[in-house]
């Protein structure tokens, strides 16, 4: 089985990053001929599950806090069950859906948690990986959690930003982290402007940015509405701004 095409999508907290991570995974499921797709939320905010309608019930973050509990009193098994039982654990925790499947990374972790079982965690994350054709990851704002908590390296870092000042700055840091202080292993790297008015107002911003310019999707009433009446987003048509642009930056992106 071949590597998966892995994407993660960063931005400053509001700049609609996990709606645009919603809208790309609908996306990669709406194209024709079979795409395994995993959506990871890796986000504490946990938005990604609910812009796509799952209801999780399960977190990497349970698993590990039950095993470090289990240490904790005792009760550690030998390495080998221990990551028989973490295997075991994250396929319960992968809730599937039609026409993709998806990885709740959960709340940050607790004072005093053990690198090892995180490190263990995190191979086993990217073992996981390969039973997919695509990762979409809907990270927070640093990208050092990617590394961290997710995986080590990823494709296509999708720095989103809105048209705001504060929003442009946290994308520059991003690029910063990743491409100079290498927080997390990419590929390439690009700036997406979410709400934008107009392509002139998109390519202010990138201009501001200094970044490459992957794209803008537009505003629209629709995603602010769904997202107010909590509905999954993947209720936008495909004849939606914001569907349309969101493809528009996917194909870019895997024809390169």
Same mark, same amino acid.
């Given at each position: 089985m071949g590597e998966p095409v892995r994407i993660a999508i960063c931005g400053k907290g509001g700049v609609g990053k996990t709606s645009v991570a919603a809208v790309m995974v609908?996306?990669?499921?709406?194209?024709?001929?079979?795409?395994?797709?995993?959506?990871?939320?890796?986000?504490?905010?946990?938005?990604?599950?609910?812009?796509?309608?799952?209801?999780?019930?399960?977190?990497?973050?349970?698993?590990?806090?039950?095993?470090? =509990?289990?240490?904790?009193?005792?009760?550690?098994?030998?390495?080998p069950l221990t990551v028989r039982r973490i295997e075991h654990d994250l396929f319960d925790a992968l809730h599937e859906q039609d026409g993709f499947s998806l990885l709740s990374i959960g709340r940050p972790e607790d004072e005093g948690c053990f690198c090892k079982v995180n490190s263990l965690l995190k191979d086993l994350i990217a073992e996981l990986?390969?039973?997919?054709?695509?990762?979409?990851?809907?990270?927070?704002?640093?990208?050092?959690? $990617?590394?961290?908590?997710?995986?080590?390296?990823?494709?296509?870092?999708?720095?989103?930003?809105?048209?705001?000042?504060?929003? $442009?700055?946290?994308?520059?840091?991003?690029?910063?982290?990743?491409?100079?202080?290498?927080?997390?292993?990419?590929?390439?790297?690009?700036?997406?402007?979410?709400?934008?008015? =107009?392509?002139?107002?998109? =390519?202010?911003?990138?201009?501001? =940015?200094?970044l490459e310019a992957w794209g803008w999707i537009p505003e629209e009433e629709a995603v602010r509405r769904l997202d107010l009446e909590g509905v999954p987003l993947h209720a936008l048509g495909q004849d939606s701004p914001v569907v349309r642009s969101v493809r528009s930056v996917l194909s870019r992106m895997i024809t390169r």
């Open positions: 609908n996306c990669l499921k709406g194209e024709p001929g079979p795409r395994r797709i995993l959506a990871i939320d890796a986000d504490p905010a946990c938005g990604l599950s609910l812009a796509l309608g799952v209801e999780v019930k399960k977190t990497v973050d349970d698993i590990r806090r039950e095993v470090v =509990s289990d240490a904790k009193r005792g009760a550690a098994r030998p390495e990986a390969h039973a997919f054709d695509f990762v979409v990851i809907d990270g927070e704002a640093g990208v050092e959690q $990617i590394n961290r908590r997710v995986m080590k390296q990823v494709d296509y870092l999708v720095a989103v930003t809105d048209t705001s000042l504060k929003g $442009i700055e946290v994308a520059r840091t991003i690029a910063h982290l990743a491409l100079d202080n290498a927080a997390v292993d990419c590929r390439e790297l690009g700036l997406v402007v979410n709400r934008a008015r =107009s392509e002139e107002e998109a =390519s202010m911003v990138c201009a501001r =940015s200094g």
